[in-house]
């Protein structure tokens, strides 16, 4: 959610994301010694995983959360297109309030909510 409230608007958080992040988590994007990949790690996740597809994203190609599920071996995992969402919801609330309550649904369905 990156709005003027939290951060730079998204025209500038796509274009300098450093300025919105911190030095570790910088490093783990984009330093070639990061051995952060999600390709890698999914599969050893055995908790429910959500992955969330943002159909308008103009970041994230729809192939990498598809990616990113696929190879997830995790008996409860679910995947999810909010179909005219865009990488940050600006401007878009409709979006992201589909976003906020499919997770909540999602987490609550577990039992992984305060609401439970």
């Known amino acids: 959610m990156a709005g ?3 951060s730079a608007p ?13 030095l570790r988590a910088w ?9 952060a ?10 908790a429910p995983l959500l992955v969330v597809e943002n ?5 994230v190609p729809p192939s ?3 990616a990113v599920f696929d190879a997830a ?3 409860d995992r679910q995947y999810l297109t909010i179909a005219d969402a865009g990488h940050y919801y600006q401007g878009q609330p409709g979006e992201l309030a589909r976003a906020v ?5 999602w987490l609550a369905a577990r039992g992984l909510s305060p609401k439970g």
């Open 4 to 6: 003027p409230r939290w």
């Open 10 to 22: 998204s025209s500038c958080t796509a274009r300098w994301p450093t300025r919105v992040t911190t």
């Open 27 to 35: 490093l783990s994007q984009w330093s070639p010694l990061s051995r």
């Open 37 to 46: 990949d999600a390709l890698d790690c999914v599969g050893a996740i055995c």
């Open 55 to 59: 159909g308008a994203d103009d970041a």
């Open 64 to 66: 990498h959360p598809r």
């Open 73 to 75: 071996r995790s008996p």
């Open 101 to 105: 309550a499919e997770l909540g649904g």
